[in-house]
């Protein structure tokens, strides 16, 4: 059935917009009762497919070309059908393709340098479709996930061995459980929070973003979430097997990453607390550059949180197994930093520590007779994407008085995810002001309501790991916030505008990343991705096909995209993720279909290694 863009009046036009967003209610409707009865591996799906569709009478074979006057030939369709994807190899069921251990043995390992990213070329980039194992299960729902994960979808147990005694995760038949333990907190990461928050002012708002290096399976950022703080944890890849794959199976921010010689990949004054529990991060070498590097990212007034070795030295040098000179020389060193970078000791108790960040400069002059106190000469401090890591202090913005939060005062949250922004308010944002940031999240609040229309799973809970691949100033993330799920925000490194740092002074996370390049994370990691107008921006930078692959690599089985963007840009990936198992849907903008921005809505179908699918092909 094809829709002539020339119907007779807006009435017929409406009525065929309606239509359409009704059949689309269904088709995710189905899609939603399959998914959460774990079907997937029936051998009749598609069958069912079938059926559910026909009864929903959702419209066959949808002409979008036609309806738009694009100028698609006659026999689009049966070129979209000449290439299909094929699976890759069974042994790249967890494939990392910057973090891949075998190119990683290849560099250096002085400072970590093998550990951090090293993409392959364009030549040996991957152009199949990463299956997942066997027995792959959709994860539990939040908050059950924080504590199992199913075992056929991370099958390693070398965790519960090498730390059986320190309960991080343990064996129980065909699911993974997580006690919630860790190294520095044996007696569960809800007591260890406890502790952190009668010095913190965790309680009130004040501490909303928080950095965890080491991560471990990211227990920390598991339990804040009760506390309204949600953690960007990261881990090396494999530093023990499947730790960052674990925390994002759990439903937790991680990505895969690494203290080594590049900066690391956030803006300036974004977290109000960085955190390491054995995190094994020598903090006292390169001249206390790691440290500098936790001091750029961390807000005024911000704290950092340092646990196990080697604070408390003196008592805890014989259980460490460590000699007592060489931990005294690290904790010296420490301390050497602390203080010129200017970080006041707020507390220290057992093998505990921590320190807060100053707010100004001001309150900070005594450094600037302090020779090693060398300040970065770089004028923008959010610029960190391959930038080397140097021994230098980040300068505070300017500040009025002694007593001013250098780079602006934030609210408190869940007050300032709505508030201006200070980089906002102050101009750092060329091109936005107060004004057009509150147009802007107006908009995002119309967007997100379409979607919700369309794909009435939206914030039921189905979708807990969410990323939007152009997150702009955080509209989509705002408008979505809630404690069902969380939204990793990336920014483009060729993005018009720098805006990174708004997002986390609303109290959402994110990242800065190319997409002519592989995400930092396992596959299968996102139940959801966002994607507004990430192929306009990028058409003349890479391959649509690698980025669409990149997409496919990440997304569960059965998650969900939505793309938004120009016409004729989504008329070229629709013809694509067809080849690559997506069900796919085209939408209208919601303010109807003379607006040329469209939105393309598509599902990835239920396949595995060498098993069967849900293809209705």
Known sequence: MALKSNSGDGRTRSSMQIFIVAGLCCFFYI??????????????????????????????????????????????????????????????????????????????????????????????????????PKGYVNPFPWPKSRDYVPFANAPYKSLTV???????????????????????????????????ASVLP???????????????????GAYLWSRNVIA???????????????????????VIGVFGTVKLPYPSRAFDMAHCSRCLIPWGANDGMYLMEVDRVLRPGGYWVLSGPPINWKNNYRSWQRPKEELQDEQRKIEETAKLLCWDKKYENGEMAIWQKRLN?????????????????????????????????????????????????????????????????????????????????????????????????????????????????????????SPKLWVMNVVPTIAEKSTLGVIYERGLIGIYHDWCEAFSTYPRTYDLIHASGVFSLYQDRCNMEDILLEMDRILRPEGAVIFRD????????????????????MVDHEDGPLVPEKILVAVKQYWVAGGNSTSTQ
Request: with cysteine.
């Open 31 to 132: 899609l939603g009762a399959w998914q959460r009865s774990g079907f997937g591996k029936a051998d009749n799906l598609a069958e069912r497919i079938i059926k559910s569709t026909e009864d929903c009478n959702i419209i066959p074979n949808l002409t979008f070309e036609t309806h738009h006057g694009g100028d698609v030939g006659p026999n689009d369709d049966s070129e979209s059908k000449s290439k299909i994807y094929q699976p890759c190899p069974s042994r790249f069921t967890d494939y990392t393709p910057c973090q891949d251990q075998s190119r990683a043995m290849t560099f250096p390992r002085e400072n970590m340098i093998y550990r951090e990213r090293h993409c392959p070329p364009q030549q040996e980039k991957l152009h199949c479709l990463i299956p997942a």
């Open 361 to 481: 400069a001001d309150s900070c002059r005594g450094r600037q007779d302090d020779s090693r106190a060398t300040l970065c000469k770089s004028t923008d401090t959010d610029d960190a994407w391959y930038k080397k890591m140097e021994a230098c202090i980040t300068p505070y913005p300017d500040s009025s008085s002694s007593d001013e939060v250098a780079g602006g005062q934030l609210k408190v949250f869940p007050e300032r995810l709505y508030a201006v922004p200070p980089r906002v308010a102050s101009g750092s944002v060329p091109g936005v002001s107060a004004k057009t940031y509150q147009v802007y999240n107006k908009e995002w609040k119309k967007h997100v309501n379409a979607y919700k229309k369309i794909n009435k799973l939206l914030d039921s809970g189905r979708y807990r790991n969410i990323m939007d691949m152009n997150a702009g100033m955080g509209g989509f993330a705002a408008a979505l916030e």
């Open 232 to 254: 960007m944890s990261f881990a090396p890849r494999d530093s023990h097997e499947a730790q960052v794959q674990f925390a994002l199976e759990r439903g937790v921010p991680a």
């Open 202 to 220: 965790i309680a009130n708002g004040t501490v909303r973003t928080a950095l965890d290096t080491g991560c471990g399976v990211a227990s920390l």
């Open 566 to 585: 120009e016409v004729d840009v989504l008329i070229k990936v629709r013809k694509m993720v067809r080849q690559m198992r997506w069900h796919t849907k």
């Open 162 to 196: 090498e730390k059986a005694i320190q309960n991080w995760v343990q064996y129980e038949g065909n699911v993974f459980r997580f006690p919630g333990g860790g190294t520095q907190f044996p007696q569960g990461a809800d007591k260890y929070i406890d502790q952190l």
